[in-house]
C-alpha cells in the first residue's frame, strides 16, 4: 500500500526515525509511573469476579471422542475463550 501522494515517506528526511514522534524511548516504556495504579485496577477486577460480573468464555466439547475434532478447532481459532473437553 502506498502513502498517499502529500503524505511524507516514515523514511524521509523529516523524521528523525521510522516511527517519528511515536517512536518508543525510555520514558514512554517506564511502567514505574504507573505501579500505584496497579493495585486500583486488580482491587476493581477481584470485587467483579467475586460478584459474578467478571466471568471467563470457554467452549464445551463433550465426549473424549470429540477430543481430536476440538484440539484441531482450537488451532483452527473455533473456540472462545478456553476449549475444555468435558469427559
Sequence with gaps: MRPPPNHPSPFSSEHDSPAGEYAADEERCDTRKYEEMGSTGADGLIHMALHGRLQGRETIVDGLENATG?????????NLGKMVVRL
Design 70 to 78: 476440538a484440539f484441531l478447532g482450537l488451532l483452527r481459532g473455533d
